[in-house]
């Protein structure tokens, strides 16, 4: 029972359409509707919620492959796997439209500041999925061509294990990153923070 909640009150958990004892007063029995027809929440926490939700569920993953990996990541798209299950087979040919880099497959240092660049001209907030062995840690390429770790030159969020990753396993990283994305708090703009206007002020 809570700390607000009168002997004898509507049990929250109750199963519905049980009798509900009846009220001792009239004050206690509007208390009781309102309690059942109403949602208390913070402003911030409400917004911060559908904010979080837009990006989670709309995820716009940039397009481009650097090996093998690319042909399963391509396989997610099609109709066997169904991408837009997960709300994200937007895949966006250019950095400037798109918040997820998927590096499928071994980054060359030659590759290595271009794929910097990439992920330079995406706009905030943005997320970066590291697809396969090569990917995240050079895999079999254990050599002086081959970036040892995308992890270097941008942050990951999620890593996706495999030589190479099958579809699903991209799907299930996804669904990771989206969980990810949920529990990430959402800064509010400066308009949001200003206090109430000063006295005489303009
Ligand atoms: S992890 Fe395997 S499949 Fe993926 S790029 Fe490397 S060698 Fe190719």
Known sequence: MTERMRPGAADPLRILGAPLPPPAHEQDALRD???RGLLFTKADSLIGWAVNQSRANS???LGFGLACCAIEMMATLGPGF????MG??????SPRQADLMIVAGRVSLKMAPV???LYDQMPDPKWVISMGACASCGGIFNNYAILQGVD???????????CPPRPESLIYGIIKLQEKILATGVELGPLWRRGPKK???A
């Open 33 to 35: 509707e309102l309690e």
């Open 59 to 61: 995820i716009w993953p």
């Open 82 to 85: 169904d991408l837009s299950r």
């Open 88 to 93: 994200a087979e937007v895949m966006r040919p």
């Open 115 to 117: 794929l910097r660049q």
């Open 152 to 162: 270097k030159i941008v942050p990951v969020d999620v890593y996706v294990p495999g």
């Open 199 to 201: 006295k005489g002020a």
